[in-house]
């Protein structure tokens, strides 16, 4: 099922689910937990649930370092 499309306000304010994130940056869930686990991931949102988050704006942080390093 689509969602609806989000606006370019509310988009910096999006959360991304692991599986979202990880479609977004070809990678597997492995990879993204490995990169967690040796504090090289985006930074993530825990909720009560346990289930993991990222804010569209820390990806986006996240990956302005990662250019910057290269």
């Known amino acids: 099922m ?3 499309p ?15 994130l990880c ?20 930074q993530c949102v825990k909720l009560p649930n346990g289930s993991l ?3 569209r704006s820390d990806l986006e942080n996240w990956l302005s370092d990662c250019e910057a390093a290269a």
């Open 53 to 55: 988050r990222v804010r």
């Open 2 to 4: 689509r969602r609806p």
């Open 23 to 42: 479609e977004e940056l070809r990678i597997s869930r492995s990879t993204f937990y490995e990169w967690r686990q040796k504090g090289r991931a985006p």
């Open 6 to 20: 989000i606006s370019a306000t509310r988009r910096s304010e999006a959360k991304l689910t692991v599986d979202e």
